[in-house]
């Protein structure tokens, strides 16, 4: 019973390239969310999906990064023309979306380093 | 809005000893609170929740947490501390109103790093 998946797991950009992170949810999971992590800091939210929608991305910024979860395959994360600001840990976590209750389990996340 | 906070950013207890990671929340409505527990360069693994009910509740790894209302507390506890415990915790907290607004962001504390020494 395989955990929520996330690769890669380590990712070197330079300023300005592009970055994609990708997440599989838990099986039988269909909601997805998306945390950043800074250096010695807490999760900070950035975007709530289900299947094909966006909940909500109260937490995005509003430039350089979206995020998509298809039909089919996996749940995506994208930074455009990065900055040395992006460098941090980002994680996903999934949930089964039956309940307002339930927990999310999170991944064991991409870190993004940003040359 | 709802907010977390962690007082301690670390923890030292020597094995054996019981230990406490204390954690105090701001929420409108009531919450729900939930507590991680985070290895080196690893992902949050799940401890325990609150949604309602016994103040009291038990998780994984024996650990428990207790639910304190009138505080606005909730403190991670577990009687005898091991080696193994020694990590990175996270408290979080959704406010159960912002159901109603299809949000469901965890808020995360700042973290607190226990430390148990042989």
């Known amino acids: 019973n395989a955990g929520v998946m996330q690769n890669p797991r380590h990712l070197v950009r330079r300023r300005g390239q592009e970055a994609r992170l990708r997440c599989s949810p838990m099986?039988?999971?269909?909601?997805v969310y998306w945390y950043r992590q800074l250096p010695e800091e807490g999760l900070k939210f950035m975007v709530y999906?289900?299947?094909?929608?966006?909940?909500?991305e109260s937490g995005m910024p509003k430039e350089r990064f979206s995020a998509e979860f298809p039909k089919e395959g996996p749940s995506i994360l994208r930074i455009q023309q990065v900055v040395r600001g992006d460098s941090a840990a980002y994680f996903c976590?999934?949930?089964?979306?039956?309940?307002?209750?339930?927990?999310?389990?999170f991944g064991p996340g991409t870190r993004l380093l940003v040359l | 809005a709802q907010s977390v906070a962690q007082p301690e950013d670390q923890v030292n207890v020597a094995e054996g000893n019981p230990l406490t990671v204390k954690c105090t929340y701001s929420?409108?409505?009531?919450?729900?609170l939930f507590w991680y527990v985070q290895y080196p360069n690893r992902g949050l693994q799940f401890l325990l929740k609150?949604?309602?009910?016994?103040?009291l509740v038990k998780g994984s790894y024996g650990f428990e947490a207790e639910f304190n209302k009138s505080q606005t507390s909730f403190h991670l506890k577990k009687p005898s501390a091991l080696v193994s415990d020694s990590a990175l915790y996270f408290c979080?907290?959704?406010?159960?109103?912002?159901?109603?607004?299809?949000?469901?962001?965890?808020?995360f504390g700042s973290g607190t790093r226990l430390q148990v020494q042989p």
């Open positions: 976590a999934s949930s089964p979306g039956h309940s307002p209750q339930e927990t999310q389990y």
């Open positions: 099986k039988g999971h269909s909601h």
């Open positions: 999906l289900q299947k094909e929608n966006i909940i909500d």
């Open positions: 929420v409108s409505g009531n919450p729900y």
């Open positions: 609150y949604i309602t009910g016994d103040n």
């Open positions: 979080a907290v959704r406010d159960f109103r912002s159901m109603d607004t299809g949000r469901r962001a965890l808020t």
